[in-house]
Nanobody, 118 residues
C-alpha cells in the first residue's frame, strides 16, 4: 500500500515562506504524476501544482510565481516551496500521486495544516 506523508506545515506571517515535503513509501518514478492540492474550510479541494515523470510542471493561476514544485528522486520526496504567502493560502495541504494505467490509481497523504496570519 502506497503511503504519502506530508510535513512542513505550520503558522507563518503574511509574506513569509514555508517548504512542504511529501515522502513516498514507493519509488516516485512509479507514479505518472505527483501533485499538491489544498482545501480550505467549507471549500473544495483545489489543485495547486503538478509534476509528471517527464518533468512537465503546471501551476494553478492562484499560486503561479509564488509556489514551486520539485522532487528528489533519491529521497522519494516531492516538495512545495511556498513564498510570499497570503492569508488566503491558509488551508490543509495534501500530496497526491497518480498511476495512470488502467485501472487508474490515486493516492493521498493525510494533509498538513498551513496557517498564514499575523
Amino acid at each position: 500500500q502506497v503511503q504519502l506523508v506530508e510535513s512542513g506545515g505550520g503558522l507563518v506571517q503574511p509574506g513569509g515562506s514555508l517548504r512542504l515535503s511529501c515522502a513516498s513509501s514507493e519509488v516516485i518514478f512509479r507514479f505518472n504524476s505527483m501533485a499538491w492540492y489544498r482545501q480550505a474550510p467549507g471549500k473544495q479541494r483545489d489543485m495547486l501544482a503538478t509534476i509528471t515523470n517527464g518533468d512537465i510542471i503546471n501551476y494553478a493561476d492562484s499560486v503561479k510565481g509564488r509556489f514551486t514544485i520539485s522532487r528528489d528522486s533519491a529521497k522519494n520526496t516531492v516538495y512545495l516551496q511556498m513564498d510570499s504567502l497570503k492569508p488566503e493560502d491558509t488551508a490543509v495541504y495534501y500530496c497526491n500521486a497518480v498511476i495512470s494505467s488502467s485501472p487508474r490509481q490515486a493516492y493521498w497523504g493525510q494533509g498538513t495544516q498551513v496557517t498564514v496570519s499575523s
